[in-house]
């Protein structure tokens, strides 16, 4: 069995990439974020400095897209919120287990993010704009849910992966 686990471990650096590639999108959106939030505050108080209309609505689009993505990215870690206080006093299998069950149910969700944040942000989303920017479709302030989701999915899938594969090979002790 161990064999098939050698195999699909080679799938490996393209999680590792993904990770990467939405780590450096949230960093990228943060310093926009600060970059315009800046700014914005600046033209308050410095006359020459230009407070634009449409600076609230683009923070608040691109924490949109940070705090969805940066929770598909605590799936890959395994830093998302869970209950593990029970953790010690059960059987290492029924952990396990109940780790697998938790997967599947955020795979779930996340299934459930794709289809339905997709229909909205092709469906009321597409249909408006934002306020101060009449040129701008609201799709781009639906998108981060289905775009999230399908971050979830890819890392969920390696978990549940690797929790599979936690049944079957043994860990190795690191020295």
Same mark, same amino acid.
């Given at each position: 069995?161990?064999?098939?686990?050698?195999? =699909?471990?080679?799938?490996?650096?393209?999680?590792?990439?993904?990770?990467?590639?939405?780590? $450096?999108?949230?960093?990228? *959106? *943060? +310093?926009?974020?600060?970059?315009? $939030? $800046?700014?914005?505050? #600046?033209?308050?108080?410095?006359?020459? =400095?230009?407070?634009?209309?449409?600076?609230?609505?683009?923070? &608040?689009?691109?924490? @949109?897209?940070? #705090?969805? *993505?940066?929770?598909?990215?605590? +799936?890959?870690?395994?830093? /998302?919120?869970?209950?593990?206080?029970?953790?010690?006093? &059960?059987?290492?299998? *029924?952990?396990? !287990?109940?780790? =697998?069950?938790?997967?599947?149910?955020?795979?779930? %969700?996340? %299934?459930?993010?794709?289809?339905?944040?997709?229909?909205?942000?092709?469906? &009321?989303? #597409?249909?408006?704009?934002?306020?101060?920017?009449?040129?701008? @479709?609201?799709?781009?302030?639906?998108?981060?849910?289905? &775009?999230?989701?399908?971050?979830?999915? =890819? !890392?969920? %899938?390696? #978990?549940?992966?690797? /929790?599979?594969?936690? !049944?079957?090979?043994?860990?190795?002790?690191?020295?």
């Amino acid at each position: 069995m161990p064999e098939i686990f050698k195999t =699909i471990d080679k799938i490996k650096p393209a999680y590792d990439y993904t990770y990467k590639v939405v780590l $450096t999108v949230c960093k990228l *959106l *943060l +310093i926009v974020d600060i970059l315009i $939030t $800046t700014m914005a505050v #600046a033209g308050r108080y410095v006359a020459f =400095i230009p407070d634009p209309a449409w600076s609230e609505e683009v923070v &608040l689009t691109c924490m @949109s897209y940070m #705090a969805v *993505l940066a929770a598909a990215l605590a +799936i890959r870690k395994g830093t /998302h919120i869970r209950m593990t206080a029970l953790d010690p006093f &059960l059987p290492k299998g *029924l952990v396990k !287990f109940l780790d =697998i069950l938790a997967d599947l149910a955020v795979l779930a %969700l996340a %299934l459930i993010m794709i289809v339905v944040g997709w229909r909205y942000a092709v469906g &009321l989303g #597409a249909k408006g704009t934002y306020v101060s920017m009449p040129k701008v @479709s609201r799709f781009w302030m639906y998108f981060p849910v289905p &775009l999230a989701g399908v971050a979830m999915l =890819i !890392f969920e %899938l390696e #978990a549940v992966y690797n /929790h599979i594969k936690g !049944f079957f090979v043994k860990e190795e002790v690191q020295v």
